[in-house]
């Protein structure tokens, strides 16, 4: 049996959007995985929101450097703060020129390259990578790491431009407070806080991972906005028991979203096609129509690099010999093409003669279709060079 079919987590449902393949490993299979960047990122702003409400800071920069010194004490590395800072402060010079310069000039590339850090960047990255933290940019310009920890201190100058202010210590309730829906999911509130005098609390959903702009309209279909309309406290002694309304943040951009209202639709229509996908047992891995995305999916190692998906026992055994035979069509085809195209392209004539007239018969017009379209995509591949 699925675990828990009469109520998921939002954050199980919007895995199972982005892939069925990535919610079975992470939720049926429970497989163990590194912490990701934005994973990291997202931890760091919330703890940070909990030392300024807890009075334990007197600024949300104060907070982020006493949560990231913790860390590097964690990790026994006390000198990665200062070369966290340092890697900040180039990255952020770099940025501001090239803002003032607006586009004119040198890159970013040649500018982190005279920059005078030499090694740091890699070298901040591959200490991530010892210490079990991943991210699909490994390997890139720049360091992952370094970019998390001045993304951190860029939310800082964020504040200043949210719309709706963030609310005093004598406001705030509490911080990653878990509730329950009627829905059938449950999520956690990133910050929820209630005015004097006014009934019914507010509840916050923030982003510091996401993309740098969301319209209002995208931030109110948002799951975990919609959740958030809906949510009642599991908790029940907790000091509120209705929500008023819903604020979305976006601490990349310093974008701040307020609803009374959301589309409870969208969301009734989203939860209703992941239940049936669920009670079907559909783990259809994206990589069949988005490839390209599964490069930045933490589980990249288990469905790409360790033999495939394919290889995994979920697979139709049946079903992929076909789909193995159909890449021997077009392997074959592929090698003709190279070594006397001429001579590819009569075979394939040849070929559609004999499909011709094995489609009179009695075999499977889609399986011939499948051939011809396969063989002809050998040969368009090199064509293509």
Known sequence: MLKAMESLAVDE????????????WSERAQLSRPQTLGELRALALREALRLVYGGAARTLAEAFAHVWGEWARAWKSPELLRDLARYA?????IQRAMTQERGRGRGFAQRLSASGLGSLPRDLDAFAQTHRLWDAGFG?????????FADCFVAVDQVARFDVPLP????VVGIALPYTTDLGVNGVADLVWQEEDVEGATLEVHDLC???YVRVREAKIDLR??????ARPVDTSAPWAQVRREIYRNWVRGDSYAFSEVNYGNAQALLSAVRRGLQAQAFVPRALARPRDCLDCVYK???VDEGGWES???VDGGLLSRAEELRQVRATFRRAAQTAPAIAHQTLKELDGVLERLALGSADLGWIAAIRDEAQNGLDLIQAR
């Open 89 to 93: 402060e180039v990255r952020t010079a």
């Open 168 to 171: 005093t210590p004598d406001q």
């Open 312 to 314: 995994q026992h979920l």
């Open 140 to 148: 890139q310009l720049g360091s992952r790491l370094g970019d998390v």
């Open 210 to 212: 996401g993309p740098d």
């Open 225 to 230: 906005v919609a959740a958030a309309r809906l």
């Open 301 to 303: 190692s288990v469905c």
């Open 13 to 24: 449902v919007l895995a199972y959007v982005r892939c069925p393949q990535e919610w079975f």
